[in-house]
Structures are given as C-alpha cells and as structure tokens.
C-alpha cells in the first residue's frame, strides 16, 4: 500500500505525545543496558562518542523491536514479518562462541574453528551476527 507522511503541527507537543512516549522508554532502555554493560565489564563509564557506544544504540533500537510487546500483545517485528522473532537472546558486550568459516584447504586438520568474540547485534534481515573481534567485526552465522 502507499503510505503518506503525516506532519504535526508547529509546536503542537500535544500530537507528539506518542512518539515523546516511545523515545523515553527507548531511552531508559539504553541507560539501563548501558549500566550493566558498564558493571559487568568492570570498565570505566561509556562514553557517548566511545566505539562501544555507537553499536550500543542500534543494539537497543533492535531489541526494543523484536521483543518489546505492544498493547495488542505482538511486537514491531511480528507486525512487519508477521512471525515472532526466533533468535537466540544475546546481551550487549556478552562474550560468545562463534564458527570461524575459513577455506578448507589453508586450514590445518588440528586447527579449532570455534574462537571467542564480543557480541555487538544481529543483522536485521538475516541469522547472522557481528562479532567484535581483535582483528576486527566478523559477520558470522548467530550463536
């Protein structure tokens, strides 16, 4: 279907009560990942213009998404996809497992594929995940 944008009008703050409503709750979201990420690595605060903050924030946006239930009982994803969202819960900043898919033939028989990484977020259209890594994001098949 067509979808037409609709504008509020000029400091009509009563007709953005909703969307003043859904950018609180995101934000709190944030400050209490943002809390725990911060306790449970032991590291000092996260700073708003840190690496680890910029994935931070789509972290947030992409867990309010999938599994923040509305008022009619399904989330943002089950609207759009229709089905509810089968991935695996991760935390922001968990260590993780992953599969490092590599050539077969430059890999040595007693070589381990599994290596560890930092979990930073899903991709949106597919299983996969980016992985914070020494040598850098690795795009692997989710956890």
Not at 6 to 12: L, T
Not at 78 to 84: D, L
Request: aromatic share 10%.
């Amino acid at each position: 279907g067509e979808t037409v944008p609709i504008e509020s009008p000029v400091r009509a703050s009563q007709s953005n009560g909703m969307m003043k409503s859904a950018i609180g709750i995101w934000q709190g979201h944030l400050r209490t990942i943002k809390h725990y990420t911060e306790e449970k690595s032991k590291k000092k605060r996260i700073e708003v213009d840190s690496v680890l903050y910029f994935w931070l924030v789509p972290f947030c946006s992409d867990f309010m998404h999938k599994f923040r239930v509305g008022s009619d009982g399904r989330t943002a994803y089950e609207k759009i996809t229709e089905h509810k969202c089968k991935n695996i819960i991760v935390g922001f900043g968990e260590s993780i497992d992953y599969i490092l898919e590599t050539d077969k033939g430059s890999m040595h028989k007693a070589d381990s594929r599994v290596h560890q990484g930092i979990f930073l977020e899903y991709v949106w259209r597919s299983t996969e995940c980016l992985v914070g890594t020494r040598e850098g994001i690795q795009k692997k098949v989710a956890p």
